[in-house]
């Protein structure tokens, strides 16, 4: 294998994005570092307010004051995008990277047609006709489950429902075949039998072109059909980090335990849901502890300093004193 090959599609470095507001600062993503290869898929799990979606625009470099990215680095290919200018971050935005969003306008333009904005898209950084333009726009839309995408073209986007406009969205994302994708729960919003669809289509286009992809959702049963690798996020850190099929058999965090005990294929017929006890933790008021110590049931006085990352198994990273429920004092 090449040097150039080897290097991950992603890699993310000790990333720090903090929020200065008049109450404190935030440190929303607080040392976070992943990375994902050519083909292969991170699901990036956890509640909300856990730093996922800013973890995804501070990658992209998308992320409003009064937040900014104050450490860390965020290479694609190889190349710092925390230190690229806007012209060549946007050029890069567009063409061999990809977002999609939560909600489909932020994506979409409301005044034009399907057809103007998917055409435009791929003219902007393809040297094609305008008719290949328009026919790879409209197969893409077939791809995501889109009946009559001729004449789908033709919509404006209120024209569409919710859904409809969501797989759009997706499908103006997959129009390139990126090298990189970062999805921000698109689907969340879809009926079950469309969003497998999409997972499937998903999945192909990472397998067959090499596209890198983050799926940043709160649904471990999504990224449990889709991902390869997974990192569950809490309070600004991730807290673990494996394959995915590792994690979720064998989980070593306690949250990571309470997300999957919560989960209602992992509970009895009859039997009351598990839940996590307590709250998420303010991130203006963090405690020097564990972040996740007032939650968990296996605090010791160890948890009173907040642990480092390590990794107890190959493959395996975990921040916690006793992965996998052991005790050690």
Known sequence: MSAVTSIPTLEVRNLRTHFFTPDGV???????????????????????????????????GMVDNPGRIV???????????????????????????????????MTLN??????????????????????????????????????SPEERLQAYPHQLSGGMRQRVAI??????????????????????????????EVQKLARSHGTALIWITHDLSVVAGLADEVAVMYA?????????????DAPLHPYTQGLIGSLPGNNRRGQRLRQIPGM???????????????????????CLV??????????????CFHPGGMQHG
């Open 306 to 319: 907040a642990p480092a990352i390590s990794e107890p198994q190959a493959g395996r990273l975990v921040r």
């Open 110 to 147: 409301p005044v034009l047609r399907i057809e103007a904005q998917m055409v435009d898209a791929v003219l902007a950084h393809s040297k094609v006709s305008r008719r290949e333009a328009r026919d790879l726009a409209r197969d893409t839309l077939g791809l995501m489950g889109i009946a």
């Open 236 to 248: 600004g850190r991730i807290v673990e980090q494996g394959a995915v099929d590792a994690v979720l």
């Open 71 to 105: 450490g860390g680095q965020v290479l694609f290919q190889g190349r710092d995008l925390v230190t690229l200018d806007k012209t060549s971050l946007r050029e890069l935005q567009g063409n061999r990277i990809a977002m999609i969003f939560q909600d489909p306008m």
């Open 26 to 60: 935030l440190p929303a993503v607080d040392d976070v570092s992943l990375s994902v290869s050519r083909g292969r898929i991170l699901g990036l799990v956890g509640e909300s307010g856990s730093g996922k979606s800013v973890t995804g625009f501070s990658i992209l």
């Open 280 to 302: 998420t933790p303010n991130l203006l008021h963090l405690p020097p502890s564990c972040a996740f110590a007032p939650r968990c049931e296996r605090v010791a006085q160890q």
């Open 171 to 200: 499908a103006i994302a997959m129009l390139h075949k990126p090298d990189l994708i970062i999805a921000d729960e698109p689907t969340t919003a879809l009926d079950v039998t469309i969003q497998a669809q999409i997972l499937a």
